[in-house]
């Protein structure tokens, strides 16, 4: 189970994580936005994952939503898959894993 955060070691965050104001405002954060309480212990990493140097350049499809953009997540979602809900007259179609298009409301919707 991963159950912390992982924040690279590099010469701009430790700038920011000199003493522990950076950490306990993201806690913090945290809490206000999602409701959870994270309890802050700083750990020796001993098993770090080596990430190649071109690791930059192999990442290049991350998205950020603020929480409760609804609509910036819709627009994100059909941006990518755009054949997976589409319209005709006024009613909606969702395409299934089985690639059969459903126009049943309860379908579509979850």
Do not use: C
């Not at 809490?31 to 994270?38: D, S, Y």
């Not at 020796?44 to 990442?59: I, K, R, T």
């Amino acid at each position: 189970i991963f159950d912390g955060l992982q924040i690279p070691d590099n010469e701009h965050n430790r700038g920011l994580l000199l003493g522990e104001a950076f950490l306990l405002a993201a806690v913090q954060h945290i809490q206000e936005g999602t409701g959870f309480k994270l309890d802050l212990k700083i750990k020796d990493f001993d098993q770090a994952y080596e990430l190649p140097d071109s690791y930059q350049d192999m990442v290049s499809d991350i998205s950020i939503i603020e929480m409760g953009d609804d609509r910036a997540a819709a627009d994100l979602f059909f941006k990518r898959f755009p054949e997976r809900l589409v319209r005709s007259k006024k009613r909606f179609f969702w395409r299934t894993e089985r690639g059969v298009y459903e126009s049943d409301l309860k379908v579509v919707r979850d």
